[in-house]
């Protein structure tokens, strides 16, 4: 079977685990004052104690495995240590308990219809060269942070706090990287919908909470499937969703909303302001496009705010938002300043201006619109209008996304409608606000009816929506690359046969980070998707196909995907590649033809076989040594053979 490589003391760190815990509660305490204090926000501000400083950690000292020890060890200890001084008071008296238990169970419900997608299929681009499944089982083998699967000698730009979040699961409970992302996946669902619901409650009055949860989860446009001049319609969020940065990137946005709403009625604002840093410190590494709204939506808010009112405290948090965007470039992630090549567009980011070139083109563009947000795009305006409190906020995040999606593009893929999705969770909100109204207006059966309706076209879509994912289960034998479940589900093992996982064993434990593996494609999901490895074909193309998403050049690309013809200089472009380890099977006969020839014997050497599976190194230059480095010891013993 394919072996975790992660220490296998890590499961002694689930000890440090209710530290974390009382450590949350007693930062809880600190950043809400008494009479308004949400239990809500514990489970949010966890994961930031949890992730964060896991992060940050692993950065300085270049490995997950040490960057997790520290700061659990350290965090839990210090969770620990405050029970100590505060044990009389622990645990608290709740106040309301019934009503905690009639949201616990309400959110209960509203988990039900994503937990049969969730664990019979793997969603989206979990499973798919460079995606999620790829990530985390890279960051399973330990150097950090990690690295661009298609070019190693690059770190990762991306929001992968998700992936980091599920490799910590799998090394504390030693279980697959599509188990650790289920459990996520369904923990993490009910943590939303409870901040959800007290957000509505927070802008749009206490009968706001539940609709607003409601409508922001399963909230759905006129067409979610359609498509428009080649763009597709934007999906509701419950698809988001399962784009897993969304899950843990909501959660932290309900956190920050919560958080900005309580200071001004608390005192040592430079703190809990430094503590908003921290969340959205987090949010950059967990959503960036949520990230980037949030932090205009904030400005916006707080520049509106001082200048009404001269407010010291909006002063306050527009630092710590001009801090948290310095942050983002050292912490690495998505807005990493690593030297990546200019993508085009606007600074370099790959965004264009969108160019109507006529009026059909804006009615187009404005029948996406329609078919994409439907009816909340009218119902939530008018709801935001109506919103009790933080309607700035509210505006600056629906109209900023809304801009961003009508005014640009991204010139490599379809990724500029997630923009859409925050413009549909500012429209849900103020849909939820105004459904809230409407309920002192519907007294009568008839009224009652049209309220019902309304609520219906809503969310009734949102609600079936998960479903419609089910019909995508094949009971056929799983193919490799595929959504379908690991089957089977109650175990550690991959569907992949010893030798091969012997193999990839093998391999996590030699190559070194920026080492690209070869090997044939129709072979390599055990090593590029579970082992978490460079492959040659690691990569997510562009949607032109003829680029990486990240716009590395079309001409690394071609020669990238030029390598699966075998000729006579092949070896040479193996190394302008950075490939230096090769893996052969019986079916790959062209490549065994060219490891036996003169070339071959000069450039490759056998370090590992296992079965009819065989590990070379290739040397990066005709003469050099054939010994991998650090590893010219670890030839394998005769049973290895």
Known sequence: MIENPQPSCLPFLLLALPGIGFAAYAVNKFLFPNDDRPLCTVGAIGLVLALLPTHLLALATGSLNLGLAGAWIGIGAGGYAWLGCHWQKFPPRI?????LGYRLGVAALATLPIVLPTILLNFHDETYFGGHQAIIAHLQNGSYPPRYLYEPSLPLRYHYGFDLAAAIVTGLLRIRIDQAIDILTLALWPTMFLLLWRVGEHVGGRRAGLLVALAVSFSTGLCPTCTVNGLKTNPPFVSYFFQHPWGLGIVIFCLLVLQRAALDRTDNQVWRVGALVCSLLLLSLAQSVLFVVTVIAFGLADFWKFVRSGSRTAVTVLFGLAAAVLGTKLIGGFFDSASYHSAGGV???????????????VLEQIEWNLLSFGLPLVLGVLGLCRAHRERVLLAGLAGTSLIAVNGLRYGYSWDITKFAAVTSIALAIGTGIFLAGLLDWALTSVRRLIFGALAIAVAGLGVVYPFYFLLAISPKHRPAFSM???????????????????????????????????VGVKNSEPYAIWGGLPTQSSVYPADTADDDVYGLGTGKFAARMDLSRISGDWFDRLSAEHVSWLVTEPDDVAVMTALHNEEGRHRAALVAEYGTVSVFYI???????????????????????
Do not use: C
């Open 95 to 99: 106040r309301g308990g019934s009503e």
């Open 347 to 361: 600074l370099g980011t790959g965004f264009y201006l969108r160019e109507y070139p006529g009026n059909n083109a």
């Open 484 to 518: 379908q479940m690991i089957r089977p589900y109650i175990s550690k093992q991959y569907p992949v046969d010893v030798d091969s996982a012997r193999a990839v064993n093998f391999l996590r434990t030699h190559m070194q980070p920026a080492e690209v593996l070869y």
């Open 619 to 641: 040397a990066p230059v005709k003469g050099d040594n054939l010994s991998p480095p650090a590893t010219g010891q670890n030839r394998p013993t005769s049973d290895e053979r």
